[in-house]
């Protein structure tokens, strides 16, 4: 499930160099463990797994002053603070260690034991939960979270749920109204627990309670690979790099060959990075033996690092890689590793911009701590991180900042084309996503609320008539027709919000029989066949087609120099 980039990069990536000045002991006097820190498990790029970071002196005295001091202020907070009383004293310290932390980069950061263990079974390509997918909608001026589909054999599906199904309470708390993310945190737990989900039926309306036990749900790096008419292989790459990423995408692409694909389009927009030796890897089955992929610089000796391609047959097939400002970190590596390489044509938007490499430190009593130790720099001796110095950390986030020229410097590929680092990594061609603006945003909620009711017979339209195949192998999509959309413009004078009032519904009808078709799609056949049914239209996917000769002509002289 989706969550917000900010939430993704502290759970993927792990950043502050002065860890010697931070506090490390034991606060007996007020009862509680402060953050005390134990094995360092950095996430480095080599068949030897996790390295220990190279500790750097420690001021016994001026560590022992600093605890005493933070000691003094909770017990001052607890014994004079109006709610005193009642404070929750773990909570505090997490605000304190997370406060100090926020001052160093925006990516170190510390989790409590519950988000500790979600971030280490993220790593492991797999959650627990219940293994639906969910998404919010507003509807006459509510906010609700909805289930739009299910995993195959998933809790959820044995449970029957299904698209357009309403939650409306997690065991017992009542999240009408509540941001999904707060429906999705609630809903995951720990495998074999039990979930009471009271849900409204989105087929009869009827409110039911639901009983499930929640388990672990595979989770992959790569969600779909097919390929694409031209006999052009598609990879979607889009949820991070674990543990398995190297491995599935040898599958995928032994798959696409068997298949006759001639041209690759490997998509890693909205990945978020993760384990870096996993996207070395991944680069390595581009690059030849020799080539370098990353250099890491750092702090300790043991944090500045190398690492090339040991590939004697590297895969040859033309590359379109393509990105957008929520590809980050380990996604950067690869994207700037293939640029500088000419091995791959970049397509997209500008990468986040995200190049600190983080270790991993287990804490007390199931804690953990991410703290930044180095920087990664492409082939090309370029920096990925963006400049933070301002401090806002939503500016940083939203690519509101602006930066400077000078903060920016100029490399060179291996074809000598001029590239730029302080950036994150600027793609070849420029090319962004239709991104829906209100109305359409506005219309998207609607579509929603209209296929939940047309798939439940509320609106006394036949489907069966409008089902279609394109071939034998896919599956069947609803097209919608003229009278469809008629039967939407009806539908969309209903409710409090009269749409037709307020929208040329039929300058929108692309859009709308569009999503129209998707709702449906989604509904009927899941995920998977909604998601390339949307690549049809996909703006940076038809410019990636278009673009493979180009990406032709890069591999072949790439190939050439080695």
Not at 439 to 458: H, K, P, Q, V
Not at 492 to 511: H, M
Request: aromatic share 8%; proline share 3%; charged share 20%.
């Amino acid at each position: 499930m989706k969550r917000s980039l900010h939430l993704i990069l502290s759970l993927f990536c792990v950043a502050a160099p002065t860890l010697a000045q931070f506090p490390i002991g034991r606060m007996n006097d007020v009862g509680f463990d402060l953050f005390d820190i134990g094995t360092s498990r950095s996430f480095y790029a080599s068949k030897g797994g996790a390295a220990a970071v190279e500790p750097a002196p420690v001021n016994g005295r001026e560590n022992q002053r600093i605890i005493s001091d933070l000691a003094e202020a909770i017990e001052i907070i607890r014994s004079k603070h109006v709610e005193g009383r009642t404070i929750d004293v773990s909570a505090l310290t997490k605000s304190a260690i997370g406060g100090a932390l926020q001052s160093l980069d925006p990516h170190s950061s510390y989790f409590d034991a519950s988000e500790y263990s979600e971030f280490l079974s993220e790593e492991q390509s797999e959650y627990s939960g219940i293994g639906a997918t969910i998404a919010g909608f507003w509807r006459d001026g509510r906010f609700d979270t909805y289930v739009t589909s299910t995993i195959a054999g998933s809790p959820a599906a044995a449970a029957r749920l299904a698209f357009g199904d309403r939650i409306v309470s997690v065991n017992g708390t009542n999240f009408s109204g509540k941001d999904t993310d707060d429906v999705s945190n609630a809903v995951r737990g720990d495998a074999g627990s039990k979930l009471s989900l009271i849900v409204e039926r989105g087929a009869t309306g009827n409110i039911e309670t639901v009983n499930i036990r929640r388990r672990m749900v595979q989770q992959p790096s790569i969600s779909d690979a097919f390929l694409l008419p031209g006999s052009i292989g598609y990879i979607a790459m889009n949820e991070g790099f674990n543990y398995t990423t190297a491995d599935e995408i040898s599958a995928a692409l032994h798959e696409l060959h068997k298949q006759g694909a001639k041209g690759l389009i490997l998509d890693i927009r909205e990945n978020p990075g993760g384990i870096v030796e996993q996207a070395v890897r991944v680069a390595e089955k581009f690059l030849p033996a020799g080539s370098l992929i990353v250099t890491q610089r750092g702090r300790s000796r043991l944090d500045n690092r190398v690492w090339t391609s040991s590939n004697r047959s590297p895969e040859t097939m033309p590359l379109v890689l393509l990105v957008n400002e929520d590809s980050a970190s380990a996604s950067e590596i690869l994207a700037g590793a293939l640029q500088d390489h000419d091995r791959a044509l970049i397509i997209g938007e500008r990468t986040f911009g995200k190049g600190l490499v983080q270790s991993l430190f287990d804490g007390p009593n199931s804690t953990g701590l991410t703290l930044t130790t180095a920087r990664y720099y492409t082939p090309s001796g370029r920096c990925i991180q963006r400049d933070y110095s301002d401090g806002s950390l939503y500016d940083y986030y939203n690519h509101h900042e602006t930066i400077a020229a000078d903060k920016q410097t100029v490399a060179r590929t291996s074809a000598n084309r001029t590239v730029f680092g302080g950036d994150g990594i600027e793609p070849d061609v420029l090319i962004r996503s239709h991104q829906m603006d209100k109305t359409e945003r506005d219309l998207n909620d609607f579509i929603f609320f209209f296929t939940r009711d047309l798939i439940s017979g509320r609106l006394g339209y036949s489907l069966k008539t409008n089902l279609v195949k394109t071939s034998a192998s896919d599956p069947s999509y609803v097209t919608a027709d003229a009278q469809l959309f008629n039967e939407f413009q009806k539908y969309a004078q209903t409710g409090t919000e009269n749409l037709s009032t307020g929208i040329d519904l039929q300058s929108k009808q692309s859009f709308i029989n569009e999503r129209i078709n998707y709702f449906l799609t989604l509904a009927r056949r899941g995920d998977l066949s909604a998601n390339r049914l949307n690549l049809t239209n996909d703006l940076p996917v038809l410019k990636a087609v278009s673009e493979l000769p180009k990406a032709r002509e890069l591999a072949l002289a790439s190939l050439s120099r080695h």
